[in-house]
């Protein structure tokens, strides 16, 4: 493993075995997080984002379960550890931000006692000494009045303030790796903004590895060093941010990147991509965006692209940037 990387994914394959048929959420997935850096993984709605973060957390339950791959943690395969060892590694060396904080907050504790009790699972720290912890942390994320929010319970708190003891709750220990499952989607864009600041001034500060799961371009440009974009349990695209908004080559990036609305005025409608995700039991033969292509060839129906190198660490799944598919017409 590359000791420039934090995580490295390795044919990930997440399936769930249902009275209906196998369903392929993530299907053999690769993906690198390089140290202190924020990698976007970006999609629609159920293209296997938030499976693929829930396979590094061991919080896949069934009928779902990993089948094949390497989720390596600074060259330590996760996918081999029983349920002790995660929960050694769980908040400790590896954090994750849920999507809606009040059903990830436990309603009869304070949010003090919550964080608090993060501190002395991973620590050998009084409870005193984890208090104040968790005071200083709920000051370093914004919390006003940090002392008397130690004590509000989470109904208490605004989806604002609830998001920032999440993220606290996360940062507290210092973990190597945090993974943000779309953090920012129950609030409004002035809270946005802040969260979105906040994040990337403590991922600067302590040098934390970030992975930001999110269907929102506009947090992609603003947060990302890199950039993975997701498809029907499948990677499409990968590149640096800049390389990514500057030079996309998936049909499927370019549909997404068009349907951002135009502030300037000059489009009369928004783009939209034809057609609906597909279902995971019932994938269409080849390329799985083939049925929603303007660009589709008669290959794309009949097996499915692999991985192509275009640039220096730009990669597209499409035969589009297959030479030898291209040279035969």
């Known amino acids: 493993m590359d000791n420039k990387n934090l995580l490295e994914i390795r044919g990930l394959k997440t399936y769930f075995f249902t009275k209906y048929g196998e369903v392929p959420a993530v299907d053999g997935v690769d993906i690198t997080v390089p140290k202190g850096k924020i990698v976007g993984i970006v999609g629609e709605s159920g293209c296997g984002k938030s499976v693929t973060?829930?396979?590094?957390?061991?919080?896949?339950q069934p009928p779902g379960r990993v089948i094949e791959g390497q989720i390596l943690l600074d060259g330590e395969d996760l996918v081999p550890k029983s349920i002790k060892e995660m929960n050694k590694i769980r908040g400790k060396r590896v954090s994750m931000i849920f999507q809606e904080p009040m059903t990830s907050l436990n309603p009869v504790y304070t949010v003090g006692k919550q964080v608090s009790e993060a501190i002395l699972l991973h620590q050998e720290v009084s409870r005193e000494e984890a208090k104040a912890k968790t005071i200083d942390i709920f000051r370093k994320v914004g919390i006003p009045e940090a002392d008397k929010r130690y004590n509000?319970?989470?109904?208490?708190?605004?989806?604002?303030?609830?998001?920032?003891?999440?993220?606290?709750?996360?940062?507290?220990?210092?973990?190597?790796?945090?993974?943000a499952d779309e953090p920012t989607t129950a609030l409004d864009v002035t809270i946005?903004?802040?969260?979105?600041?906040?994040?990337?001034?403590l991922q600067r500060e302590r040098g934390t590895s970030v992975i930001m799961i999110t269907h929102n371009l506009g947090v992609v440009a603003e947060l990302c060093d890199e950039v993975y974009v997701m498809y029907a349990g499948k990677v499409m695209e990968h590149a640096n941010v800049f390389e990514l908004f500057e030079n996309p080559q998936h049909p499927y990036t370019h549909g997404?990147?068009?349907?951002?609305?135009?502030?300037?005025?000059?489009?009369?409608?928004l783009y939209t991509i034809r057609g609906m995700v597909p279902n995971l039991l019932k994938l269409p033969e080849g390329c799985r965006f083939c049925p929603r292509c303007d660009k589709a060839m008669k290959i794309c129906t009949m097996r499915e692209p692999e991985m192509h190198t275009t640039t220096e660490g730009h990669e597209v799944r499409c035969f589009l940037y297959d030479k030898e598919v291209m040279k035969n017409g």
């Open 256 to 269: 997404l990147l068009n349907s951002i609305p135009d502030t300037s005025g000059t489009k009369d409608r």
């Open 53 to 60: 973060a829930m396979s590094i957390m061991h919080l896949v």
């Open 192 to 201: 946005e903004a802040q969260i979105l600041h906040l994040m990337r001034r």
């Open 152 to 179: 509000s319970y989470p109904h208490q708190l605004s989806g604002g303030l609830r998001q920032r003891v999440m993220i606290g709750m996360a940062m507290v220990c210092d973990p190597e790796l945090l993974i």
